[in-house]
């Protein structure tokens, strides 16, 4: 009972902490204080528990490091005008009918070559919204779309930190989780582009799409030189080539458009890669500042914060007992039943997905047989369902960056699609055990791995 009491008590701290305007961070401060606390109840030395913190914490050193450089990354495709140059083609593509269709699919793209949702939101997203706005669509229609799409790729792009971190704590490969997960999301995605062109044929403003180019010609060299970096991002990933020298590869080729196409100056650099781009034209404030080193402090904090929880967990034997219940939800239905049910109370208790994706991996450990079984449920369920809760900071943040209402998470298809759809492909697997090993299993991203009735015998 006293687990249970503490870990109510996280939660209850969680709410008010949050209520009252304290960062993530410092709630997540008071928490890791608590659990140590709890150590110190069982017995355990502060020795003892610092190691404990610090195993966790070490697990996602690579995830840490992969940040910084997003951090950097994210700056210097605005200062070489590479985002500048994919919004002011992509924005070519809308029309009033199929607004929220293209909102959707843009959305998703810059969030497959950016890897977050933070990013995809604020420069793509900015744009679709403005367009919105101008064409007379309805803001939580438009922002559902955005938030859906913005998902998309934190979810399955290989230069996104959640795919890294669950990579890291399932000891799965990340390339391999990649390709599944772009298998399994296959439907829901098609499924939610059906839905954005149906409502958005049926709610379609009547107004004229702004001309964004014009703004950014103004302010950049958008000559398709400056694609480079996002092409290399692709063509890497392609080639399954190590995420960190993707990136690096990526980010040394936006510094030296930087330097020799928009005339950024070599002594710059440094302040561009910690602190963010900023544009002169208060035209294109809202649309393009940002990135640096510096918006990643934070994540990186929550990120090494979150993992320490992690480490004491394990330690103290703080979740056993409801690894317990999990795994007879597990066993009674389906793993992704157990791994669903446990994402959406941590993603409702823990307001942050790296949080609530670590708290569902401590819980949900003992249900599937391989670490890659595991990773594609965790993708599949509270990484996209920690968005769908409006007080976290991957849904409230986002809504924030584009002005969008809270009911947009009632818009945001995909979010729902991919874990129902997943209950599906998962209740077909218990039913019929040759499934994963079928043509269609396959070409669904299932495999061996994923029938975790396969492993109970050895484990008994």
Not at 99 to 123: E, I, R, W
Not at 340 to 368: D, K, N, P, W, Y
Request: charged share 10%; aromatic share 6%.
């Amino acid at each position: 009972m006293v687990e249970y009491g503490v870990l109510g008590a996280f939660a209850v701290m969680l709410v008010v902490t949050m209520g009252v305007g304290m960062p993530l961070w410092g709630s997540l401060l008071l928490g890791l204080a608590l659990f140590v606390g709890y150590g110190l109840y069982r017995g355990y030395t502060l020795g003892e528990l610092g190691r404990m913190a610090l195993s966790g914490t070490r697990t996602i050193g690579g995830v840490l490091s992969l940040l910084v450089i997003i951090g950097m990354i994210t700056a210097a495709w605005r200062a070489a005008g590479t985002i500048p140059a994919i919004v002011c083609l992509s924005a070519r593509l809308v029309s009033p009918r199929l607004y929220l269709l293209v909102a959707f699919l843009l959305c998703s793209g810059m969030s497959m070559l950016m890897g977050t949702s933070f990013g995809a939101s604020a420069t793509m997203g900015v744009i679709c919204m403005s367009i919105a706005r101008a064409m007379g669509v309805d803001p939580a229609l438009a922002g559902g779309a955005i938030l859906a799409g913005a998902y998309c790729g934190d979810r399955c792009s290989p230069m996104s930190s959640s795919a890294s971190v669950v990579a890291t704590i399932t000891d799965s490969d990340l390339f391999d989780n990649v390709d599944r997960m772009i298998r399994t999301g296959a439907v829901p995605f098609v499924a939610s582009c059906g839905l954005y062109a149906v409502v958005g044929s049926l709610t379609a403003g009547s107004g004229m799409v702004p001309d964004v180019a014009q703004a950014f010609v103004r302010v950049f060299d958008l000559s398709p030189v400056v694609l480079l970096p996002a092409v290399a991002v692709v063509v890497l990933s392609l080639c399954k080539v190590d995420v960190h020298k993707t990136m690096l590869v990526s980010l040394a080729l936006a510094l030296a458009i930087c330097v020799g196409v928009q005339g950024v100056a070599v002594r710059d650099l440094p302040a561009l890669l910690w602190g963010g781009f900023r544009v002169a034209d208060p035209e294109l404030t809202h649309m393009i500042d940002g990135g640096g080193i510096v918006t990643m402090v934070e994540i990186v904090a929550i990120i090494a914060i979150a993992a320490s929880y992690a480490g004491l967990f394990e330690g103290t034997g703080l979740i056993a007992g409801m690894r317990g219940v999990v795994n007879g939800v597990s066993h009674r239905y389906t793993p992704f039943v157990g791994v669903l049910a446990t994402s959406v109370c941590t993603s409702i208790i823990s307001c942050e997905q790296t949080l609530a994706v670590m708290l569902t991996q401590q819980l949900c450990g003992e249900v599937e047989g391989t670490g890659s079984a595991l990773a594609l449920d965790l993708e599949n369920s509270v990484v996209v369902v920690s968005a769908l809760a409006p007080w976290s900071i991957g849904c409230a943040a986002i809504l924030s960056f584009v002005s969008a209402p809270a009911t947009s998470v009632l818009w945001a298809f995909l979010l729902y699609l991919i874990p129902l759809w997943t209950l599906v492909l998962s209740w077909r697997e218990r039913t019929d055990p040759a499934f994963v090993d079928s043509a269609a299993g396959h070409l669904m991203g299932l495999g061996a791995h994923d029938d975790a009735r396969r492993f109970r015998p050895a484990e008994a």
